[in-house]
């Protein structure tokens, strides 16, 4: 199978306009995230509405393909970019532009998931740890997954599930393994082409959370595991952290 990874990366941003190019360790976020798919997927490019990212790519090598600015989401961009770039892929990776430390092992966990034919997408979750503390699993923006015994998605939360009706919440990370979703997607590359078809779903709109429409909609999400922790940045705040994080790993540079 061939594998694409697309990197949507808008200019505009309510917590943090300009995030793809603020500087992280000497080079643009974006360039970090790209730098970090490239070799691991057979073909990488950044989809992008703005002429200053483009431009940015470009200067360090890149690809990138000009979209819309009326695309809603980070698959609509992915899909017009997938079209735009060739279509001779059979699987989307869709690689948030906010995520310069994505490691390949994450990379090649939800690759692996197409290894079983009936997968239509894929995503990751990194289970949560006891240590991690209740606040960590009750964090709204920490979406959480429930998974089925062939590891596809049931359904993605806000709220923490389950619920333990008979336990103390002190006690629920000790006695279930809860699973944090990461925003990191695949799609065969027909069933991108459909749900990029779909109008929001009530779930969707409920929850604030796109899989969702898939879901509802009667599509499989299968899931890999991952224990990499890694710094997604979304304010300029996660910026400062991941400089920090940065100088404490210089083998990252």
């Not at 995030?19 to 360039?31: D, E, R």
């Not at 600015?69 to 869709?94: F, I, L, M, P, Q």
């Not at 006695?175 to 082409?193: C, E, T």
């Not at 779930?203 to 959370?209: G, I, R």
Request: charged share 25%.
């Amino acid at each position: 199978m061939k594998f694409i990874g697309i990197i949507p990366a808008r200019y505009a941003s309510t917590r943090f306009p300009a995030k793809p190019l603020a500087m992280l360790g000497g080079k643009p976020v974006i360039q970090r995230v790209y730098e970090q798919v490239a070799g691991v997927l057979d073909d990488v490019c950044v989809a992008t509405d703005d002429e200053r990212i483009e431009k940015a790519v470009e200067a360090f090598g890149g690809k990138v393909v000009m979209t819309s600015v009326n695309h809603k989401s980070g698959t609509d961009r992915c899909y017009e970019a997938y079209c735009k770039a060739g279509k001779g892929y059979d699987v989307v990776v869709n690689i948030q532009g906010d995520e310069p430390f994505i490691q390949r092992s994450q990379l090649e966990a939800v690759k692996a998931c197409f290894d079983d034919e009936a997968t239509q997408i894929a995503t990751l979750v990194k289970p949560f740890r006891p240590e991690d503390g209740f606040d960590a699993l009750e964090n709204v923006n920490s979406p959480k997954v429930v998974v089925n015994r062939q590891m596809q998605a049931l359904y993605f939360s806000r709220s923490i599930i389950p619920f333990q009706r008979s336990r103390d919440r002190k006690d629920w990370l000790a006695n279930h393994v809860y699973y944090k979703h990461i925003g990191l997607y695949a799609y065969r590359a027909s069933v991108l082409k459909e749900i990029t078809a779909l109008s929001q779903s009530p779930l969707e709109l409920a929850e604030s959370l796109e899989q969702l429409r898939w879901l509802e909609n009667g599509y499989t999400v299968k899931v890999g595991i991952s224990d990499v922790e890694t710094i997604g940045i979304d304010t300029p705040q996660d910026l400062e952290r991941a400089e920090a994080f940065l100088n404490q790993h210089p083998e990252l540079r």
